[in-house]
């Protein structure tokens, strides 16, 4: 025996999967001795005269350097608290990592390409951060990930050279 678990209505058909009355799934009437499950009903929407919150935050919501930002909540005559999120310092990082493996990695020549990358990243890094201190920072980083680059590419360029021609006259 199979029961409609919205409306308790009992079908004996056991090929029957779906109610008949309102297209709920079937579910196998247990006729074991437990009391029966108590289906509640939906819950109601309350305050009805509230305007639609979904329509407010769309409207509030605002596009900041490609990221969504969100308006927040302000109870009146509660003065809202200044969040500080940081400052990005992704690209001064970046540098100062390339910087260094380009340091360590001359000896390979690898200082070139890993040099050059990291005065490039320390430059943008170093620009924004004077363009715009409160988003950006790490200036110090990048121009530690400039000095290094640029050391180590110019030294592996000269250790190619001299190589080059310590080859030709060598050998």
């Known amino acids: 025996m199979k029961h409609c678990p919205r409306c308790n209505q009992r079908y004996e058909d056991k090929d029957l999967n779906f109610c008949l009355n309102d297209g709920e799934l ?18 109601r929407k309350t305050a009805e005269n509230w ?3 979904n329509t407010q935050q769309a409207g509030q919501n605002q596009q ?6 969100q308006q927040m909540y302000q109870p009146p ?13 992704s690209l001064p990082t970046i540098s100062l990592i390339l910087g260094i493996s380009a340091w360590v990695l001359m000896c390979c020549y690898l200082g070139i ?5 990291a005065a490039i990243t320390g430059y943008i890094g170093y ?14 980083m990048a121009v530690i990930g400039i ?24 050998g």
Request: proline fraction near 8%.
């Open 127 to 140: 620009s924004r951060s004077n363009q715009d201190p409160s988003r950006y920072g790490g200036g110090s």
């Open 77 to 89: 005559g509660i003065p809202l608290a200044q969040t500080s999120f940081g400052t990005d310092n």
């Open 26 to 43: 079937l579910v196998e009437f247990d006729t074991s001795d437990a009391p029966p499950t108590l289906y509640m009903d939906s819950p």
């Open 64 to 69: 900041i350097y490609g990221y969504q930002q």
């Open 113 to 117: 390409p890993l040099g050059a990358a």
């Open 51 to 53: 305007p639609d919150v």
């Open 147 to 170: 000095v290094l680059g640029a050391i180590s590419f110019f030294l592996t360029i000269l250790m190619f050279v001299f190589g080059f021609i310590g080859g030709i006259i060598g």
